[in-house]
C-alpha cells in the first residue's frame, strides 16, 4: 500500500520570514519566486525594483508585465490586512503610475476585501486590482512550499483568463506554456538571444536548457546574458531559422485568432 504524507499548513508566517522588507520582499524579487506569484494570477513578471521611493514612501517592490510593460505594484503585509496599508496601497499605486496593483497579506479581512473588491467595481479596465493571502505548507520534514491564494481580482479577469475560444485581449498576451500548448512553438525549438550568439533549447515545460547544460527560464537566461536587472523576455528571444522573435510570432498568431 502506497503511504502518503499529510499535507499541513505552517500558520505562523513569521517563522518563515521575519521581516517583510529584510525577508519576504528580496524572497519575492526572487525570478523563480516571483514566477510562482506569476503563474497564480496569470500575469508574466519582471521585477524592476525594490524598496522604491514613492514621494516619502516606499513601495515594497515595482514589477512590469513582460512585453506590454504595464506597471505592477506589490505591496507586502505578513498580518492581516489593516487601514493603514490599503491607504499605502492606494498612496503607492497613484504615486507610481501603477496598472495592476497586488497586496499580498498573511489573511484578508471581510471589510478590506470588500474594499478591493469595490475599487476594481469603481475603476476603469485598465487597473486592475489583487488581493492574495500567502500561505506556506509542508509534509513532514520536507521543505516548505509557498503557494499565494487569490481572494479578489479584477472583475472581468477569470472571462479574459478561460476564454480560450475567444478572441484574444491585447492586454492579456499570452505565455510561452500557452505558445508551446498552442503549437506555435515547440519543445526541441532552438532560441536565440537577439544580437548574440548564445543559443539554448526550449522545453516542453517552457524552460529553456542552455549550452552549459543549465535549465532555467527563459528571462533567468536573458538576464544571465546581458547582465541586465530585467528583460522583455519575448521581444529579446528569436527562434532559430524565422527570423522573427517570439513576441512577433506571438502577435502574428493572435492577429488570425
Known amino acids: 500500500m502506497v503511504e502518503l504524507g499529510r499535507l499541513q499548513e505552517i500558520k505562523d508566517i513569521r517563522s518563515v520570514w521575519q521581516d517583510e522588507a529584510r525577508d519576504f520582499t528580496p524572497w519575492l524579487a526572487l525570478p523563480e519566486n516571483l514566477e510562482i506569484l506569476a503563474d497564480t494570477i496569470g500575469i508574466d513578471l519582471s521585477v524592476q525594483d525594490t524598496e522604491v521611493a514613492v514621494g516619502d514612501f516606499r ?12 506597471k505592477v505594484l506589490i505591496e507586502n503585509q505578513l498580518e492581516d490586512t489593516n487601514h493603514d496599508h ?17 497586496w499580498i497579506v498573511k489573511h484578508v479581512r471581510d471589510e478590506h476585501r470588500a474594499a478591493v473588491e469595490w475599487l476594481n467595481n469603481h475603476t476603469d479596465e485598465q487597473i486592475g486590482f489583487f488581493l492574495c493571502e500567502i500561505k506556506v505548507f509542508q509534509i513532514g520534514d520536507s521543505m516548505r512550499a509557498p503557494k499565494f491564494e487569490i481572494i479578489e481580482k479584477p472583475n472581468d479577469w477569470v472571462k479574459r483568463r478561460s476564454s480560450g475560444n475567444a478572441r484574444i485581449n491585447r492586454k492579456e498576451l499570452p505565455r510561452i506554456k500557452e505558445m508551446l500548448s498552442w503549437g506555435v512553438v515547440h519543445a ?5 538571444a537577439r544580437d548574440t550568439d548564445e543559443e539554448a533549447v526550449l522545453q516542453s515545460d517552457g524552460q529553456v536548457k542552455t549550452s552549459a547544460g543549465e535549465i532555467k527560464s527563459i528571462q533567468q537566461w536573458l538576464k544571465d546574458i546581458y547582465g541586465w536587472a530585467s528583460v522583455e523576455t519575448y521581444k529579446y528571444s528569436e527562434l532559430k531559422g524565422s527570423g522573427k522573435t517570439l513576441s512577433e510570432i506571438r502577435r502574428e498568431y493572435m492577429d488570425q485568432e
Do not use: P
Open 59 to 70: 513601495a515594497d517592490i515595482i514589477a512590469y508585465e513582460t512585453d506590454t510593460d504595464r
Open 86 to 102: 490599503l491607504g499605502k496601497l492606494i498612496t503607492y499605486a497613484s504615486g507610481a503610475g501603477a496598472d495592476y496593483i497586488i
Open 188 to 192: 526541441g525549438d532552438i532560441i536565440v
